[in-house]
């Protein structure tokens, strides 16, 4: 198993919301690179980095946060919220990240994800976010009637770099994994 920590980004600073809901904000640093840099320290083997702004307002909101960030850390980095065409996913993978994580617009056009994983092989993560098992969009503000293991296999023969997979409502309440929604998700990827 492998922990990978999560910064999210909120008008350039780390913070934490409950379940999703910028209402319940709780903020961890106001310097997103020295926090990254703690994580580094401490062994985290890669990072997960979110532009909550851009998830919920359609495009990449905190350019500056995460260009130090990834200016300073050593250790891979996947990077995601409001990168909805190529231009973003290219802007942010020329930034430094590792792989740029696609949810909204992946699951809205799926001929969105194949290009971007044409464009950039292996370096593209499909994230799937759900509640209940039904996939959320716009930064979770909109439900969809699109299932997270149904996507799963569509998405399946794609070169992706990874699936990841969050449960919503267990998101920033610390009760740890669905297990019962990821084995769903990871046995929709897996060749029958």
Same mark, same amino acid.
């Given at each position: ?14 913070v934490r919301l409950v379940q999703g809901d910028p209402a319940r904000e709780t903020r961890y640093g106001d310097d997103p690179a020295a926090v990254a840099a703690e994580w580094e320290r401490r062994g985290a083997p890669r ?48 930034? /430094?990240?590792?792989? $740029? @994580?696609? !949810?909204? %617009? ?9 290009? +971007?994983?044409? *464009? ?11 509640? /209940?098992?039904?996939? $959320? @969009?716009? !930064?979770? %503000? ?9 996507? +799963?296999?569509? *998405? ?31 046995? +929709?990827?897996?060749?029958?």
């Open positions: 198993m492998e922990i990978i920590p999560a910064i999210d980004l909120r008008g350039g600073k780390v990072l997960h980095l979110v532009d909550l702004d851009g998830a919920l307002g359609g495009s990449p909101a905190n350019q500056q946060a995460l260009g130090a960030i990834l200016r300073r850390i050593r250790v891979p980095a996947e990077v995601g919220g409001g990168l909805r065409n190529l231009d973003a996913v290219r802007a942010v993978l020329d930034l /430094g990240a590792a792989v $740029a @994580v696609l !949810g909204t %617009a992946a699951i809205r056009d799926p001929g969105f994800l194949e290009a +971007a994983c044409a *464009a950039f092989p292996a370096r593209v993560a499909l994230g799937l976010d759900a509640r /209940g098992g039904i996939l $959320a @969009v716009s !930064g979770w %503000a909109e439900a969809t009637s699109v299932r997270a293991p149904d996507l +799963a296999r569509r *998405a399946s023969h794609l070169p992706l770099h990874t699936i990841i997979y969050t449960d919503i409502q267990r998101d920033g309440m610390l009760t740890g994994p669905n297990v019962t929604e990821l084995r769903a998700v990871a046995e +929709a990827t897996v060749s029958r």
